[in-house]
């Protein structure tokens, strides 16, 4: 059951009321999180809502101010007491910005942090790395020899070869094109299931995070507004803040009466709010089913396309959809494959309600 995933009692990371400011500006307000063995989290949110900070934080790069963090149930930070140094922590780095040592190669790059093993065992190990990350041709080559793209793979390798209790990983594809970027995620998150290391992976991007990720933490303005696995966030979204991050999505107003919003595609349940008060309906464009109608238009409006768009696996389309009573909405519906009905065609809707969500107006 979603909710309840029984995730093992024990944490790799934990993270208790973390804040943490520069200067006079908070950048996490108490943020408490954890981290378990083998689990992969990624902080989500959008640009300047503290995932970087946190990230360091984990990492020791940063002091801590408030709070307390812990690995593997060690305290390794607590504010003016207790700072475990980063290097002592543990813990695998690949930032955006990770460089790699530019007078070695490759493999002695992915070599570099391992220690206490043969020379020849260090090798085999970098190279499965290198190769599980389709690395392994360009081992003997220098950085500067190689694109962003894989020197971020060789970045990865690299934190990942000495096997660390913890991964924290910051936007660890940004440098890689879209057509790469699928492949490398997917060989990324096999990895590290398989080396069974607990990640925190920083990104904005929500199909990313909805791949990579056991859970996510979908962060706001310093604030974990919601943790949960990918489909508690898409299915169960706490706020409308949620809702809008996994995409655009349709907003209708409406009053709550007999436990209902009225909408111009229908009433959508909304007993638990207040009856008589404001009401917001997020309707994703995709609940939208649109089909067609041929038969002759009776006296009252009807719905009808404004504009279809072709846009590639799906189609776009603007619908203005009139209500029995006479109610107006301008509305995207998202349809699979190739579907472009005319202009002024006339439209049924269908609400799939599973992805519409109703929260209290935040007006009222
Ligand atoms: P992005 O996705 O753009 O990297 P982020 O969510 O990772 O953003 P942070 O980098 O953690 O956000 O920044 C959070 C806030 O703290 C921002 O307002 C940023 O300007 C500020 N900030 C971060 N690092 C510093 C710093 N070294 N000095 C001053 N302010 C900082």
Known sequence: EVGHAPYPRSTALTMEGVQHAFGSQTAVRGVDLDVAPGEVVCLLGPSGCGKTTLLRIAAGLEVLQRGRVSLNGGEIAVPKGRHVPPEKRNVGLAFQD?????????????????????????????????????????????????????????????????????????????????????????????????????????????????????????????????????????????????????????ELSGEVRGGRVQTPVGPVEAGWLPEGSQALVMIRPEALRITEHFEPAPEHRHSHVVMAKLLGRSSLLHICAHGEDGSEAHLHARVPGVFLPAEGQRVDIHLDLSQVFVFPSAAA
């Open 98 to 250: 990770s460089a790699l040592f530019p007078h070695l190669t490759v493999i002695e790059n992915v070599t570099f942090g391992l220690k206490g093993e043969p020379p020849r065992q260090r090798r085999e190990r970098a190279l499965t790395l290198l190769e599980q990350l389709g690395m392994a041709s360009y081992a003997d080559s220098y950085p500067h020899m190689l694109s962003g793209g894989q020197q971020q793979r060789v970045a990865l390798a690299r934190a990942l070869a000495p096997a660390p209790q913890l991964m924290l990983l910051d936007e660890p594809f940004s440098s890689l094109d879209a057509r790469l970027r699928d492949r490398i995620r997917d060989d990324t998150l096999h990895v590290l299931k398989k080396v069974g290391a607990a990640t925190l992976l920083v990104t904005h991007d929500p199909e990313e995070a909805m791949f990579m990720a056991d859970r996510i933490a979908l962060m706001r303005d310093g604030r974990i507004v919601q943790v949960g696995t990918p489909r508690e966030l898409y299915c169960a979204p706490c706020d409308p803040f949620v809702v809008a991050f996994f995409g655009e999505v349709n």
